[in-house]
């Protein structure tokens, strides 16, 4: 079923497929249901020779059950779906997790600046290193990405890892996401930023352990 | 149209709004910050309910046109409440 | 028909002329997106190459004129101007002069909006929604007169429509006859009071915005800059705070459309008349606090996301009640099928659609995903393009004998419907797909991304649906031209409809009725056991008891 | 009676129900630029000293202006309900010469301030300063433009059937002082 979404690599993707699911499955049965009864009425009432209408305002309480109740369920489906999102959403972006990897993302009219701590493990230090459009992590480790831009708003979107965070001028903002399968993906611009929106697109190596450590090795050769 | 009966002294009521703006600058030069800007914005506002009820007869209208006055007001308090966490407590 | 009258039919009118050519511009620029997005880089059909930019400008565009240039003035103001005045039994607006004042600004409006097509450096291009810093320096776009005028233009359409609430409602406040109590009045008046509500009290915060964003533009200050201490989240707050309430103010008089005809076709009473009446008002207030759902992902404090995702979706609550309503009006009714019926129908069956995927959007961990994607694209067309073409159209079938004296023609507005209610849902439906495949909004070339090449055959289906969507709606032309002039001549009441609009002449006197008509009972009392006929109007004096 | 006088279920004339939805709309459209200008303040220092540039004195006398205009604009409503055109005519035209004492005054004060190189573009604090004393002043001289036209109607005895339209322009210039009671804190006292 999950062949309408890219291929979810992120540890909290499934919950976000998960909820899509739970609100497909509710709103697939009022879809259901609703047109179901409309298409039924037509048929069944459409209008006959000799054949009244009933007379019901459905103003009295007893008559208006009959679309009361049916909002009693809504309202309870929707704390359901409420209740789950509230979960979900605290996990992801009410609290950043401790990153074992700390990159810095700039955004800028249309490609991503992506800048690399280094051995040291603190970026703003001599050992950065910057690569454009770029972005290398391990597999199976949590990195939190610094979403800063230089010019205009753009969205950083990971369509696989189900990550996708504005970057503001003027704001630092932080994204974390943890990959679980070693790949390349895609990370499109998905917020409206000038003639270059289009087409402005980065790439995120995700590797294995030892994929990863001789990738260090190679940009940080002096160690 | 308001009858005389009704009509509040107009002179009194400017002189009450001229003596406000003496308060709120005498506020601002001796009280200290926090206190001053409370009762500037008290003074203001009740200026603006003075200027409200005497100089626009809401006093002795209906209760639709009190309405009109409170509801934006509220709508605007939300505007102002929603905005706090994203400017005011930002990192 | 005097061009500067302030007769409400003829500005009414007016609104929808000026509505109907920006729907037809509206159209033509959905067929250059639609060609780019499925043939990337070729020519386009009778226009030629699509660059980068220009694309950004015809989405802008499309969606400036489509909201506000087309909903709003065929809604709101055609049909509200039209009808409140008919269906509270007043000779006219409480401000004729105001009226036409408003028309006119809005004229105007329109000349700054097409103006800006051929200033140097083309118009906006930074999105319907004009983000800042993208929208505040002209560097960022390379658009400068372009993005000034569009400002202007919505300035100059916020203050037309602001004018045209005020009469709405002093005239609905005021101006009702003897025995229409705000209980007995029809639904779609309902809906146009609560929409003039809305707009009034949501667009002051956007003016205030707007203000701000071309004093950024023109005079340099630094209010969306944050080198100089602006704040580019300040104008998503402010367009959002009126942009949430703005799209019920399109919605609703679409849903009151829907609720006059039902009962009419169904010759059975709408079902719940205070319960829709309470659904609406409790929606009304309740859209002033959901709009952040714009924002969950924009840099705005993850503690705000939940409470709107709460209040957005338990808005869905109110609609909801409103649609079981509907459905519950068709339940033991005698339903006939003529177009105005069709539309109505497909009305609430798209707007369903388009209700529930509202579901996926106000769920904040879901919104993570599909925010600015395709998905969203697909969900608002269903909520607006049910509201303003499907409702319209159903508004303009039903009340077309009323506005211009003659029927339109029976046959044509079928194939007309049938083809526009199959390629509406050829176009949209397959969008839902492409959105969760990831495609975000705004690109021009979903080709320069791998992930979207799979997705690539539905974006061509789309189009070659869009283009059908598009010829559709010759039927529709043919016939309105043809029935202004050579259609049958309509007598005062051929729907056999208790409001009071069919108590005039077709069309109605300058005046309306011949003498001021008294109101006895509510407008949806068919099938009454009081009437031996399945139809009452609501001036006709009760039956004297039989001696 | 004019029509739009006469044609009333709730009871309130027309004319005041047009001119207070207008108002009513008008509340959020300030309450959006003060709301904007406090929360951004808020969040951000340095505001104070900015503001202590402003020119306090000539914005002081504005004060006092504008609200004298008020006195003299409700004055002249009460000589419409006491029908005495004379005091109407004279009233008008002192709430008129303080409309544009207090747009005078405030274009010296914007001179000096530019002068001293506080330009709009100087900082935020200053983009918010223009925009919200720019956006009242238009204000205001809407207000002069329509009592312009109600002064030269009362002066050629035309304003005989719609002399309820002194009350309505009353109230939106209240509304316009109202604002600038609010503005004149905000700016500068806080």
Redesign the interface.
């Known amino acids: 079923m999950s062949s309408w979404f890219p291929e979810n690599v992120s540890t909290f993707g499934g919950d976000i497929d998960s909820l899509f699911y739970l609100i497909l499955y509710i709103t697939g049965a009022w879809f259901l249901l609703t047109q179901g009864l409309i298409l039924v009425f037509l048929i069944k009432y459409r209008r006959r020779e000799g054949q009244r209408a009933a007379y019901i305002p459905g103003n009295s309480l007893k008559q208006a059950a009959w679309i009361l109740i049916p909002g009693l369920i809504v309202v309870f489906l929707d704390l359901w779906i409420d209740l789950r999102g509230a979960e979900v959403w605290a996990r992801i972006k009410g609290h950043v997790p401790p990153g074992d990897l700390q990159v810095q993302v700039t955004a800028k009219q249309f490609n991503w600046e992506i800048i690399y701590p280094g051995p040291d493990g603190r970026l703003g230090t001599v050992d950065d290193l910057q690569m454009d459009n770029e972005l290398h992590v391990p597999a199976g480790k949590v990195v939190r990405v610094v979403l800063k831009s230089k010019d205009v708003i753009h969205s950083f979107f990971l369509p696989n890892l189900r990550l996708k965070q504005d970057a503001v001028p003027g704001r630092e903002i932080v994204a974390w996401f943890e990959a679980t399968k070693p790949g390349k993906y895609e990370i499109p611009c998905a917020e409206l930023c000038g003639f270059g929106h289009s087409g402005m697109n980065g790439w995120l190596f995700v590797h294995t352990a030892e994929e990863y450590q001789k990738w260090v090795k190679e940009r940080w050769p002096e160690k | 149209m308001t009858s005389d009966a009704h009509r509040p002294n107009y002179f009194v009521v400017w002189l009450w709004l001229v003596g406000l703006v003496f308060i709120s600058i005498g506020a601002s030069v001796f009280l200290s910050k926090g206190a001053a800007i409370l009762l500037i914005f008290l003074v203001a506002l009740v200026k603006a309910v003075l200027v409200l009820l005497n100089y626009m007869h809401l006093k002795f209208e209906r209760p639709l046109l009190y309405a009109l006055v409170i509801v934006p007001l509220l709508i605007v308090a939300v505007l102002v409440f929603a905005l706090f966490p994203d400017f005011v407590f930002h990192h | 028909m005097k061009i500067f009258s302030t007769d409400h039919k003829t500005i009414a009118k007016q609104y929808l002329s000026l509505g109907l050519f920006w729907a037809i511009v509206g159209g033509l620029l959905t067929h250059l997106m639609r060609w780019q997005l499925a043939y990337p880089d070729t020519e386009v059909p009778g226009w030629g190459f699509i660059?980068?930019?220009f694309?950004?400008m015809v989405?802008t565009m499309h969606g400036t004129i489509m909201v506000f240039f087309v909903a709003m003035p065929i809604l709101l103001a055609a049909f509200g101007n039209f009808l409140i005045p008919l269906m509270i039994g007043a000779q006219d607006m409480?401000?004729p002069r105001?009226n036409r004042l408003s028309f006119w600004v809005f004229a105007l409006a329109s000349a700054v909006l097409l103006a800006s097509f051929f200033v140097p450096g083309g118009a906006a291009?930074?999105?319907w929604t004009g983000?800042p810093?993208?929208s505040a320096k002209a560097e960022?776009?390379?658009v400068n007169w372009g993005l000034n005028l569009w400002l202007l233009a919505l300035a100059l359409e916020f203050v037309s429509f602001?004018m045209g609430?005020?009469?709405f409602?002093?005239t609905t406040?005021?101006?009702?006859a003897p025995g229409m109590t705000f209980f007995r009045l029809p639904l779609i008046v309902w809906m146009q009071i609560t929409a003039a509500v809305l707009f009034?009290?949501?667009?002051?915060?956007?003016?205030?915005?707007a203000?701000?964003l071309l004093?950024?533009r023109v005079?340099?200050?630094?209010?969306y800059l944050?080198?100089?201490?602006?704040?580019?989240?300040?104008w998503q707050?402010?367009f959002w705070?009126f942009g949430h309430p703005e799209v019920y103010v399109i919605l609703l008089p679409g849903l009151g459309i829907v609720l006059e005809i039902m009962p009419v076709f169904?010759?059975?009473?709408?079902?719940?008349?205070?319960?829709i009446i309470y659904s609406t008002i409790a929606a009304g207030m309740l859209s002033?606090?959901v709009w952040?759902h714009h924002q969950f992902?924009?840099?705005?404090?993850?503690?705000?996301?939940?409470p709107f995702?709460?209040t957005t979706?338990?808005i869905?609550?109110p609609f909801?009640?409103i649609?079981?309503?509907m459905?519950?009006t068709?339940?033991?009714?005698?339903?006939?099928?003529p177009t105005p019926m069709l539309f109505a129908?497909g009305t609430?069956?798209i707007f369903?659609?388009g209700g529930?995927?509202g579901?996926?959007n106000g769920?904040?961990?879901?919104d993570?995903?599909i925010?600015?994607?395709y998905f969203v694209v697909a969900h608002f067309h269903y909520t607006l393009f049910s509201a303003t073409f499907f409702a319209g159209f159903a508004g303009l079938y039903y009340w077309f004998p009323k506005m211009f004296g003659h029927m339109m023609n029976e046959i044509l507005g079928k194939i007309h419907f049938w083809l526009t209610f199959i390629f509406f849902n050829a176009v949209f439906i397959p969008m839902h797909?492409v959105g969760?495949?990831?495609m975000?909004?705004?690109?021009?070339?979903p080709m320069?991304?791998?992930?979207l090449q799979p997705l690539q055959p539905i974006n061509v289906f789309i189009t070659v649906a869009a283009i059908f969507l598009l010829l559709s709606q010759i039927p529709f032309v043919i016939n309105f031209l043809w029935s202004l002039f050579r259609g049958r001549v309509a007598e005062r009441n051929p729907r056999q409809a208790n409001t009071l609009e069919w108590t005039a002449l077709s069309p109605p006197l300058h005046d309306n009725f011949e003498r001021v008509p008294v109101v006895y009972r509510?407008p949806?009392e068919?099938?009454?056991?009081e009437s031996p006929e399945?139809w009452l109007p609501q001036d006709q004096p009760p039956a004297v008891a039989q001696s | 009676m004019s029509r739009s006088e006469s044609l009333t279920m709730t009871g309130i004339p027309t004319g005041k129900v047009g001119m207070w939805w207008f108002l009513a709309s008008e509340i959020p459209v300030f309450g959006g630029l003060i709301a904007s200008y406090v929360v951004v303040r808020l969040g951000s220092g340095g505001w104070s000293d900015a503001s202590s540039h402003l020119n306090f004195s000539l914005a002081l006398a504005n004060t006092f202006v504008l609200l004298t205009s008020s006195l003299t604009m409700v004055l002249a409503f009460a000589a419409v309900e006491d029908r005495k055109p004379k005091r109407l005519q004279l009233n008008l035209l002192l709430t008129l010469l303080l409309g544009l004492t207090f747009l005078m005054i405030k274009g010296f004060e914007y001179a000096g301030e530019i002068g001293h190189g506080f330009t709009p573009g100087a900082g935020i604090f200053w983009s918010f300063y223009y925009g919200m004393t720019g956006l009242h002043a238009l204000h205001v001289l809407g207000g002069i433009v329509v009592n312009l036209i109600l002064l030269v109607a009362a002066l050629r005895g035309t304003l005989k059937p719609n002399e309820h339209r002194v009350e309505l322009a009353g109230l939106y210039w209240h509304f316009v002082d109202i604002v600038w009671i609010f503005l004149f804190p905000l700016l500068y006292l806080a």
């Open positions: 660059a980068p930019d694309y950004n989405v409480a401000f105001l291009s930074a999105g983000y810093p993208l960022y776009t390379g602001l609430g005020i009469n409602l002093t406040i005021n101006l009702r009034m009290l949501s667009v002051g915060p956007l003016i205030a915005g203000v701000m004093m950024d005079v340099g200050t630094t209010f944050p080198e100089g201490g602006g704040q580019p989240l300040l707050h402010l705070f169904s010759r059975k009473p709408i079902f719940g008349y205070r319960p002033f606090i952040a992902l924009s840099g705005m404090d993850p503690r705000l996301a939940m995702s709460i979706i338990v869905s609550v909801a009640l649609v079981f309503a459905i519950a068709l339940w033991r009714a005698s339903i006939s099928f129908i609430l069956s369903i659609i529930l995927t579901i996926f769920s904040a961990p879901v993570i995903y925010h600015d994607t797909f969760l495949g990831g975000m909004r705004r690109i021009a070339n320069q991304y791998d992930f509510s949806y068919y099938s009454s056991p399945d």
